[in-house]
């Protein structure tokens, strides 16, 4: 059984630009949610994604979109990046909603530059 | 927002001793989860305890919960060097329980 796998390990933007990044839910998980984790601050819920439908969304603005495709896979798209996107974007998956403890991937570190 | 603030914000011990960090939160939960982050990396799953328990003991894990107080606590025993990361609590809510609302944090060192 995988875990969850994200790509890329790490990346550099600059401003203005866009970025996808992507994650692997661990086998047997449908449900996959972004975090994004600023530098000494705890994960703050972006969004998830249930059966590739959004069922849920953190205090993101709508440059920060996703999707979730038919094997339980999804993106996370930034549009026109801003130097304070940089954070450390964790992916999440479990089966159904929040009731059960969470798999995360190691992360994709991002750089605005 | 921050549901959750833990304390200490940072703790430092011997290797042998035992670690206690406390979080409180403030609404209505459906549980409560304790993950432990190394170096900036990725989040690892510890324990999860539902708002109807009170105790939950994993290896050298403790884990109790008063939602009367709206406060848990995470107490690792006889800790090791290899201990040593961030710990985080995070609050699924009763009445939204698609996302984890995180802590800020606890930084363990162990020293060996």
């Known amino acids: 059984e995988t875990g969850v796998t994200q790509s890329p390990t790490h990346l550099i933007k600059t401003r203005g630009q866009q970025v996808t990044l992507r994650c692997s839910s661990q086998?047997?998980?449908?449900?996959v949610s972004w975090y994004q984790q600023a530098l000494g601050q705890g994960p703050q819920f972006i969004f998830q994604?249930?059966?590739?439908?959004?069922?849920g969304r953190g205090n993101f603005p709508p440059r920060f979109s996703g999707l979730q495709f038919p094997n339980y896979s999804s993106e996370l798209n930034v549009n026109a990046l801003e130097l304070d996107d940089s954070a450390l974007y964790l992916c999440?998956?479990?089966?159904?909603?929040?009731?059960?403890?969470?798999?995360f991937g190691s992360g994709t570190r991002l750089t605005v530059v | 927002s921050q549901q959750g603030e833990e304390d200490p914000q940072a703790l430092s011990i011997q290797e042998g001793e035992n670690a206690t960090m406390n979080c409180s939160y403030k609404?209505?939960?459906?549980?409560l989860q304790w993950y432990r982050q190394n170096s900036g990396r990725g989040l690892v799953h510890l324990i999860l305890i539902r708002s109807n328990e009170r105790e939950k003991h994993s290896g050298r894990l403790r884990v109790t919960l008063d939602t009367s107080k709206k406060s848990s606590s995470l107490l690792i025993t006889a800790s090791r060097a290899a201990d040593t990361a961030s710990y985080f609590c995070?609050?699924?809510?009763?009445?939204?329980?698609?996302?984890?609302?995180f802590g800020t944090g606890t930084r363990l060192q162990v020293f060996p």
């Open positions: 994604y249930y059966r590739e439908e959004e069922n």
């Open positions: 999440a998956s479990s089966l159904g909603g929040g009731p059960y403890g969470y798999t």
């Open positions: 995070a609050t699924v809510l009763t009445y939204n329980t698609d996302k984890l609302i």
């Open positions: 609404t209505s939960i459906n549980n």
């Open positions: 086998s047997g998980h449908n449900t």
